[in-house]
C-alpha cells in the first residue's frame, strides 16, 4: 500500500525533524533547467564503455597476471562487467558517461546515486535489455524503464554544476 502524497511529506517532515540527514528535492525551478542527452548520446556513451571494458580485458589477457584457468577467466569477466559501471556511476562517472558529458542522478535529488542503486539498476538493465530503452524517446525527461524502476535519471553534466551554484529555496 503507498502513501498519498501528504502522508509522506509528513512522514519525511517527521525524519527530519528527528535529525535525519535526507536529500531535499530538487527546486522546480532548478528542476526544469535541467536537460537531458537523447537516446543516440546514450547509446554511444554504451559504447564507449562496452569498448573500455574489452580493452581492459584484452589488456589482462595479455599479461603475466592473466588467470591461467578458464574459472578464473570467467570471475575476472563476469567481475568487471558487474562493477564497472556501478561502481564509476556511484563514485565518479563512467568512459562512457565522460565522454558524452552526461551523469546518472537520483530523479528527485539529482545527486549522486549510491552503489546499492547503480547495482540495482544494472541488474534491472541487465533483465530488461534493449527494452529498457524503448522509453527514452516518448518520456518527457528521457528515462529509459531501468531509469523509471530504479528512480534514477541521465542528465546533462554541465546542468549538474549549473544546478549547485543556484541559491538555496527558502
Not at 512522514?11 to 533547467?33: E, F, H, K, T, W
Not at 599479461?63 to 564509476?88: D, H, Q
Not at 524502476?149 to 546533462?156: F, K
Request: charged residues 20%.
Amino acid at each position: 500500500v503507498h502513501a498519498s502524497a501528504p502522508q509522506a511529506r509528513g512522514s519525511l517532515s517527521r525524519l527530519r525533524r528527528a535529525g535525519c540527514a535526507l536529500p531535499r528535492p530538487l527546486n522546480a525551478d532548478v528542476r526544469d533547467q535541467v536537460t537531458y542527452p537523447n537516446v543516440l548520446r546514450r547509446y554511444l556513451g554504451t559504447l564507449l564503455d562496452a569498448l573500455a571494458i574489452w580493452t581492459v580485458l584484452f589488456v589482462i589477457s595479455k599479461t603475466p597476471i592473466a588467470p591461467k584457468s578458464e574459472f578464473w577467466t570467467l570471475v575476472w569477466v563476469l567481475g568487471l562487467l558487474a562493477l564497472y559501471e556501478p561502481l564509476l556511476t556511484a563514485y565518479a562517472c563512467t568512459i562512457g558517461q565522460g565522454a558524452m558529458r552526461m551523469r546518472v542522478r537520483d530523479a528527485v535529488t539529482l545527486q549522486r546515486i549510491d552503489l546499492p542503486s547503480a547495482l540495482c539498476r544494472l541488474v534491472v538493465k541487465w533483465l530488461l535489455g534493449v527494452i529498457s530503452v524503448l522509453t527514452i524517446p516518448a518520456h518527457p525527461r528521457r528515462q529509459a524503464i531501468h531509469d523509471l524502476l530504479t528512480g534514477t535519471i541521465v542528465v546533462e553534466a554541465h546542468d549538474l554544476k549549473q544546478s549547485r551554484s543556484e541559491p538555496a529555496s527558502k
